[in-house]
């Protein structure tokens, strides 16, 4: 008979899991002899300097192990809300753009939130709960902001952006059963207010021939009216001209492939015109030489360095060429899109390749799903336009 062989018991690992960034705090409170001593706090926020902004886990924050707080905060992160009364517009607006801005492909859709965002203080404080219709119109009506080192109240078009800001979110809390209903969704916007954004609201006019040939003349010599030239035989929105990355453009098969908003106008691939082949070319290999990933880049006014087109630099290049050239005063930045599908038009182009390579839907069954076109038939289409 072998002698019993005493197993080494094994060590126990009371090594403690760290939690991930933004997901809460548990510290040991060890001046006192809790029976519970590790409490377990919350992200809800943060400060100016970017310093997280902690309270007590609800409805119980105190916890006999480090594991036990441990669960309750993974199971509080599954669902990140204190489902009390107590969270306030703020803190839903934080939890609530931390995922919506995730699905935003564009700066300026962010842009448009925020700067909604900005006059409705009167309620950040507010719970969710106790919102009602007239704090959302209150923000709308009455609401302040700073523009540009002036207070002033939101515009037509802002108090549009407003409500829908409170429209979105509240589904959002709607749908986590904060709020019982959306408030924000029982009323429309005045007869006032949309009859002023109508106004406001300009359509968007095509170049001259006297204004084309302008451009023409000084593509080489004044900067951006390559740009410009490059959306008016493309029909890129702003935005997208922006966004197109150099692993996207083909310069063998002389392609685009980019495109934002609809479903319709994403990924969408464009033949690049034998007018602007030689421009994309010479913008592919500034880019290269700047070792951007963008077709367009800008230099930052403040730190020199170079940086991707967004809209507000499209804009502002645009402006400045409009200005020097003393074309319409009346031209936006859209018009280059606009003139696009004018040109398009008059040549001949199908009906069906022009809503192709701008990104408008197709309502035809017929053509969006039955009918296959081969991309050489694009490339014709496109060529009819001189």
């Known amino acids: 008979m072998k002698p019993t062989v005493k197993r080494k018991p094994r060590a126990k690992n009371n090594k403690r899991r760290r939690l991930p960034n933004g997901f809460g705090q548990i510290s040991e409170i060890k001046s006192y002899n809790l029976r519970k001593p590790f409490r377990a706090m919350v992200t ?5 300097e970017g310093k997280p902004i902690c309270k007590p886990l609800k409805p119980e924050s105190y916890f006999a192990t480090y594991n036990d707080a441990y669960a309750a905060l993974v199971e509080y992160n599954k669902n990140p809300y204190d489902l009390e009364p107590s969270i306030t517009v703020k803190e839903l607006y934080v939890k609530w753009t931390e995922e919506y801005f995730k699905t935003l492909k564009a700066d300026g859709s962010v842009r448009a939130v925020t700067s909604a965002w900005a006059y409705c203080s009167a309620v950040y404080n507010m719970r969710v709960k106790d919102v009602r219709a007239r704090h959302v119109k209150g923000c709308m ?13 939101p515009s037509a078009s802002m108090k549009n952006k ?7 979110m509240l589904d959002y809390a709607l749908e986590y059963e904060l709020v019982d209903r959306n408030y924000s969704r029982t009323f429309n916007l005045t007869e006032e207010t949309i009859k002023e954004i109508q106004t406001v609201k300009q359509e968007h006019i095509p170049f001259t021939e006297e204004e084309m040939e302008l451009l023409w003349t000084h593509v080489d010599d004044k900067r951006f009216v390559d740009v410009m030239l490059i959306q008016c035989y493309s029909g890129w929105r702003p935005q997208e001209l922006g966004l ?13 492939k980019g495109g934002m908003k609809t479903e319709a106008g994403m990924d969408r691939v464009v033949p ?16 290269v030489a700047l070792g951007s990933h963008y077709l367009f880049n800008c230099t930052d006014g403040r730190s020199g360095k170079t940086t991707m ?15 020097e050239l003393k074309l319409n005063p009346e031209h936006r930045p859209h018009d280059g899109r606009k003139h696009f599908v004018t040109m398009a038009k008059k040549a001949g182009v199908d009906e069906y390749a022009i809503k192709y390579m701008v990104g408008h839907k197709i309502s035809d069954i017929t053509e969006k799903v039955y009918t296959q ?3 050489e038939w694009l490339k014709t289409e496109i060529e009819k336009i001189r």
């Not at 302040?144 to 207070?151: F, K, P, S």
């Not at 407003?162 to 979105?168: A, E, R, T, V």
């Not at 150099?246 to 685009?256: A, G, R, S, V």
């Open 44 to 48: 809800v926020g943060k400060t100016p």
């Open 141 to 153: 009506e009455e609401g302040t902001a700073v523009v540009r080192g002036r207070e002033q109240h």
């Open 162 to 168: 407003i409500k829908s800001l409170f429209n979105l």
């Open 244 to 256: 197109l990355e150099l692993e996207n453009i083909d310069l063998e098969n002389w392609t685009f």
């Open 272 to 287: 690049i015109h034998s007018k602007i082949r030689h421009l994309v070319e010479r913008k592919y290999k500034e880019a």
């Open 309 to 323: 087109m967004t809209y507000q630099r499209y804009q502002k290049g645009f402006g400045m060429v409009r200005d």
């Open 373 to 375: 076109r081969e991309f």
